[in-house]
């Protein structure tokens, strides 16, 4: 008798939404635009989480500690490995590897090309698979991490974007705390009706005399300045969280006018 034909159903796997966050790029571009680079925002999930995660759904033979010790045992013996020099499979998503980045001369010193060593990663064609699972949910800027919100005179502070020469200013925001390689807080002379667009940084006045520095306050002295309209810039290399960062943030304020 012939075999019956059982039909099989595929099951597939529900997609999964993701947020993409887009970002202005810092590298300069050859024809002048501003470049955009995306990233996807995740979670995170660690092995602790995903051992009490079978534990909770009963998909355990085995005690939660007991896993937990193999899996720290097996992290331990391939670190170890790598330490060595070996390139390492990580169960499934890829290979880690020992590399070297950036270029290096025949000529080069052992100590030399040593300070180039980086790690390097091949993803599994399983990782770059499971990828398909996911879909766009949003596109979207990321929060802003920097702002001045207005400029008083501290004597004054009801007339807001408004200065007199020499006064004591207080500047308030968020994440403007000065620190790090560059950091300074200046004044660039424009218009009433300032386009947005920065004057060269050689026309910028330093403030030189702070008196206060707060991620929400800045405190300084207005002096340099004559009657007219400005933009007060900060220039700092400290993260909100306050962690220095590679490259200093500018920012600026809205028109402040000064009356003498």
Known sequence: MPKK???????????????????????PSPDGKVRQYGSIVHRKATVRSILAEMEGNHQTFVSKET?????????RRMMEKFKRGCSVELLGFGTIFPTIKGSISE???PGKIKKQFDVGFTPSENARNALKNL???RVRRPSVQH?????VNIFKPEEKNLLEPGCIARMTGKAIKLGGE???????LVTENWNGKLPARENWIQMNHVTQ?????LEFYAEGLSQG??????????????KELKNSVIIHSNVVQVLE
């Not at 896993?67 to 992290?75: D, H, Q, R, T, V």
């Open 5 to 27: 034909k059982h039909s099989l159903l595929s099951i597939e796997e529900p997609e999964t939404p993701v947020d993409v966050v887009v970002r202005d790029s810092n590298l």
């Open 67 to 75: 896993m937990l010790y193999i899996a720290e045992e097996l992290n």
């Open 107 to 109: 000529t080069d010193t």
């Open 135 to 137: 879909t766009v949910f």
């Open 147 to 151: 702002i001045i919100f207005s400029i």
């Open 182 to 188: 560059k950091s300074g807080i200046y004044a660039a």
């Open 213 to 217: 520095n707060k991620p929400s306050t």
């Open 229 to 242: 309209f400005y933009v007060f810039i900060v220039e700092t290399s400290l993260s909100a969280g306050g």
